[in-house]
């Protein structure tokens, strides 16, 4: 029962939530980033390099064993047991991280600029310095502890 207990108070702790829910966001905006790419981003690109379709670049290593090559896609290719490499869906997923890097440091930025922005209160002095050594007191002291000079009332 106590190891019950300790678990719900770790998972309920603050940092815990947070994780758990930049996970989740995280997951949602990679599906939205790579949408963009797969759907938005890649087909204009391919369409301006020659109706290249990027998801479907492949290289046969190794014809299939159910079905001789050429292969129309990389799941045809995969469904023959051809061994391929993926060339188009590597470019589409470094296309991916870099949109998502380049989000993450364009928050990153914009989180500390809202850092550098707050400017510390100033703090209020409860020490002094003696005139005579120059040693720090407390603003209320009448003597200094260091020197025993009698200093001016506060």
């Not at 108070?9 to 949602?28: T, W």
């Amino acid at each position: 029962m106590a190891l019950l207990k300790e678990f719900k108070e770790f998972a309920m702790r603050g940092n815990v939530i947070d994780l758990a829910v930049g996970v989740v966001i995280g997951g949602a905006f990679g599906s939205i980033v790579k949408s963009l790419v797969d759907d938005v981003i890649m087909p204009p690109i391919g369409l301006l390099i020659g109706n290249v379709d990027f998801s479907n670049l492949f290289i046969v290593l190794k014809e299939g064993t159910k079905q001789a090559g050429p292969y129309v896609s990389v799941a045809a290719a995969k469904a023959a047991g051809a061994v391929t490499l993926n060339i188009g869906l590597f470019i589409n997923a470094l296309v991916s991280f870099l949109i998502v890097a380049f989000a993450i440091f364009m928050l990153v930025k914009a989180i500390n600029r809202l850092k550098r922005e707050e400017a510390p209160a100033p703090v209020e002095a409860t020490t002094k310095d003696c005139p005579h050594c120059l040693s720090s007191i407390p603003l209320k002291a009448t003597r200094c502890p260091q020197c025993t000079s009698q200093l001016d009332a506060a």
